[in-house]
């Protein structure tokens, strides 16, 4: 019995913990394509990348465009981490992913082609 209450009483300490994390929020701005700059709190820096922005898809795009162009200068980060609207983007070369929440779960939100574009998943044919 006590092995049991000792066991609870840990599982409750580290969810009680847990609860207390400061988890980073995207800005839910409209319209706005944000790049998420990481920082050494585990915080973000949110720098406006461009605004009037329609959709999450153009600020995919947007996103991308930063990242090939800071590679073309001879950057080594492969990864960008955007915001738009309230959900994060995740832009690395397998593709765009997008996160409600930082600590959740992703979906694909954009594959690439073969030719190296930017699709909506299933929008492509297969063979």
Known sequence: MTKSLLLFAVTAAAVSLSACEKVPEAPYDKGICYHAAPQADGTFRFNPVKEKVASIEFCA?????????????GGQNREIVGAYQGSFLIVNPAGIFRRQKWNGGQYLLMVR???????????MPSY
């Not at 082609?113 to 929008?123: C, I, S």
């Open 61 to 73: 795009a947007e996103l991308e465009g930063m990242r090939v162009r800071f590679l073309r200068l």
């Open 113 to 123: 082609t073969g030719d190296g574009r930017l699709a909506q998943p299933g929008a």
